[in-house]
């Protein structure tokens, strides 16, 4: 009996165990959970914006979706903030317009700003923007996640 529950469970290892993956992952300094926001009605269907710290860096990521092609598409006005209290922002500089031609959907992905200051929170601002013609526009702003730079 005791050979066969073994062998039950020897049996039930192999077959439920999952295979392992080597990976590489880098470490974020404070976890961050994305979150999708629905945009009002109109152009854009949805977007994400959310700021990490890459080895005292800010690592900024975004996700846009129209409900059918656009002329433009993309971020306007990215906006990296500073904090020392993380209530109190005061822009640091902006980094400009990402945009995309034809297209339904925008990726910016994992985009690197050197920072000046350091002991302090960050955040990025922008406005997330959908051209479908010269008379069919929307624009939605956004503010990331803070995330504290040592």
């Not at 800010?58 to 990215?78: D, H, Y």
Request: a negative charge; hydrophobic letters at 30%.
């Amino acid at each position: 009996m005791k050979k066969l529950l073994s062998l039950f469970c020897i049996t039930n290892l192999l077959l439920c165990s999952k295979p392992s993956i080597s990976v590489q992952a880098v470490e974020i300094e404070e976890p961050y959970t994305e979150t999708v926001v629905p945009a009002s009605e109109g152009l854009i269907s949805n977007y994400s914006l959310w700021a990490s710290n890459y080895n005292g860096s800010l690592c900024v990521s975004s996700v846009m979706r129209t409900s059918s092609t656009m002329e433009e598409i993309g971020i306007k006005n990215l906006t990296v903030q500073y904090s020392y209290d993380n209530s109190n922002w005061y822009d640091e500089w902006n980094a400009g317009n990402f945009l995309d031609y034809g297209t339904n959907t925008y990726t910016l992905s994992n985009y690197i700003i050197a920072l000046d200051r350091s002991e302090c929170y960050y955040r990025v601002t922008c406005t997330h923007y959908a051209k479908k013609s010269i008379f069919n526009t929307q624009s939605d702003s956004n503010t990331s996640n803070s995330v504290w730079i040592s």
